[in-house]
């Protein structure tokens, strides 16, 4: 008898483990969506700004310079006194802060698509979280901007030859003011999703290319922000007709290989050494580096 019970004890416990794979208790069931650590899990939480006041509008760095977020998903958001911009339309709840300080708007119609949005020291970035395969492959991030101003591709400013999939406004000059990083998006295994921007007048349109094959969910992000003292260097310089056309084109090649005009202007200007900023940027660095040397508009870049 005793041998008998013995030799059932594995039986009854692989039937257990059995038992509870095929009908789980019920509190197993799946978590609720957390579209704020989604994004956050993708975008990380560093330089996301904390909000000085929070009513019906979030504010962000300080009363005279910083953004005013609003609640109310059809407020536009705005960035500085005559530049905002606005959320994808759509039937869209109130937002909802993060204790990060991520702003998230979820759709009252269907949550197949979410927005947030997240200031930081150097800008906004406006988020989409796209849940399905049945969502929208297009958003339309609507801009209000100084007047004479307009959104640029860089393939239009710089030449389809140095695309670096930016995108730009640029004031009744003609001169860089603020700048859109080249799209990105990234899947639920933190693999790239092909997308890029278009524009239609002063709407900035993002085109994600999702397929039935992608894991949700889908992270995007037109990331806006303003210009810094050495991305307005290298915009004049290369805006300018002040310089040789072969120095230029030399110097519009090497910013692209460097990731547009933002990504080259960080690695310029940033805290690093010589040494580091050739590890990153490699020959295109040095040979940028070489161009740039001596131009006394562009000393505020020269950090080594």
Same mark, same amino acid.
């Given at each position: 008898m005793?041998?008998k019970?013995? &030799?059932?004890?594995p039986? &009854?416990?692989? =039937?257990?483990?059995?038992?509870?794979i095929i009908?789980?208790?019920?509190?197993?069931?799946?978590?609720?969506?957390?579209p704020a650590?989604?994004?956050?899990? /993708?975008?990380?939480?560093n330089?996301?700004l904390?909000?000085?006041?929070?009513?019906?509008?979030?504010?962000?760095?300080?009363?005279?310079k910083g953004?005013e977020?609003?609640?109310?998903?059809?407020?536009?958001?705005?960035?500085? #006194?005559s530049?905002?911009?606005?959320l994808?339309?759509g039937?869209?709840?109130?937002?909802?802060?993060?204790?990060?300080?991520?702003?998230?708007?979820?759709?009252?119609?269907?949550e197949? #698509? /979410?927005?947030?949005?997240q200031?930081?020291?150097d800008?906004?970035?406006?988020?989409?979280?796209?849940?399905?395969?049945?969502?929208?492959?297009e958003?339309?991030f609507?801009?209000?901007?100084?007047?004479?101003?307009? =959104?640029?591709?860089?393939?239009?400013? &710089?030449g389809s030859e140095f695309?670096?999939?930016?995108?730009?406004v640029?004031?009744?000059?003609?001169?860089?003011?603020?700048?859109?990083?080249?799209?990105?998006a990234?899947?639920?295994n933190?693999?790239?999703?092909?997308?890029?921007?278009?524009?239609?007048?002063n709407?900035l349109i993002?085109?994600?290319d999702?397929?039935?094959?992608?894991?949700f969910?889908?992270?995007?992000?037109?990331d806006?922000?303003k210009?810094a003292?050495?991305?307005?260097?290298?915009?004049?310089f290369i805006?300018?007709?002040?310089?040789?056309?072969?120095?230029?084109?030399? #110097?519009?090649?090497?910013?692209?290989?460097l990731?547009g005009?933002?990504?080259?202007a960080k690695l310029?200007?940033?805290?690093?050494?010589?040494?580091?900023?050739?590890?990153?940027?490699?020959?295109?660095?040095?040979?940028?580096a070489?161009e740039?040397?001596?131009?006394?508009?562009?000393?505020?870049? /020269?950090?080594?």
């Amino acid at each position: 008898m005793k041998r008998k019970l013995y &030799l059932s004890i594995p039986i &009854l416990i692989t =039937l257990a483990l059995i038992g509870t794979i095929i009908n789980p208790k019920i509190t197993h069931a799946k978590e609720e969506m957390n579209p704020a650590s989604d994004i956050e899990n /993708i975008t990380g939480i560093n330089g996301i700004l904390k909000s000085i006041k929070s009513n019906n509008t979030y504010k962000y760095g300080n009363t005279t310079k910083g953004y005013e977020v609003s609640n109310n998903p059809n407020k536009p958001i705005q960035l500085d #006194v005559s530049t905002n911009i606005s959320l994808p339309s759509g039937n869209i709840k109130k937002g909802v802060i993060s204790p990060n300080g991520t702003v998230v708007y979820k759709n009252n119609d269907k949550e197949n #698509v /979410i927005y947030a949005v997240q200031p930081t020291n150097d800008g906004l970035k406006s988020l989409i979280q796209i849940n399905d395969q049945k969502a929208p492959k297009e958003y339309r991030f609507k801009m209000n901007l100084p007047r004479g101003s307009k =959104l640029v591709t860089a393939a239009e400013y &710089l030449g389809s030859e140095f695309d670096t999939g930016e995108v730009y406004v640029v004031n009744k000059e003609n001169m860089i003011t603020s700048i859109f990083s080249p799209a990105w998006a990234k899947d639920a295994n933190n693999q790239d999703v092909p997308t890029y921007y278009k524009t239609d007048g002063n709407t900035l349109i993002q085109v994600i290319d999702f397929n039935s094959k992608t894991a949700f969910p889908i992270i995007a992000d037109p990331d806006w922000s303003k210009i810094a003292a050495c991305s307005a260097a290298i915009a004049w310089f290369i805006g300018s007709n002040l310089f040789a056309a072969a120095k230029i084109i030399k #110097v519009k090649k090497y910013v692209k290989e460097l990731g547009g005009i933002k990504e080259t202007a960080k690695l310029l200007a940033g805290a690093t050494s010589w040494e580091e900023k050739l590890k990153i940027g490699g020959e295109a660095f040095k040979g940028l580096a070489a161009e740039i040397t001596g131009v006394g508009g562009l000393a505020v870049c /020269i950090n080594w």
